[in-house]
């Protein structure tokens, strides 16, 4: 005796069985979820979300909030503390770049100074 299994694919809003299903990943105020929506319901969603989605800004795949406030890796020193830290070490000899990140060792030269 043979076996045939069948997957019967359903759209999660209204239940309409058809094997032209779209899943659609959404997420909102840090709560992902996967609907299965026929075009009809696809559409529908669309037509409600695109203002949103053409006004909102990108974000890196997984780059999604979970909530709460960002973290900050942004050390004590400002941008302005960054250009007096370069004006030191110029007139102190101290070799530093005039564009990108300021090492340790220089900031730690300039607390000392300071």
Do not use: C
């Amino acid at each position: 005796m043979a076996q045939k299994i069948v997957t019967l694919l359903s759209d999660d809003i209204d239940g309409t069985e058809s094997d032209d299903i779209k899943t659609v990943t959404l997420s909102f105020e840090g709560r992902s979820v996967e609907v299965d929506l026929t075009p009809k319901n696809y559409d529908k969603l669309a037509k409600a979300v695109r203002p949103y989605l053409e006004a909102g800004r990108r974000v890196a795949a997984g780059g999604g909030r979970s909530g709460g406030r960002r973290s900050s890796t942004r050390s004590t020193s400002g941008g302005s503390d960054t250009q007096k830290i370069r004006e030191w070490a110029e007139a102190n000899g101290v070799e530093v770049s005039s564009r990108g990140r300021i090492s340790a060792a220089v900031r730690e030269q300039y607390e000392a100074a300071h």
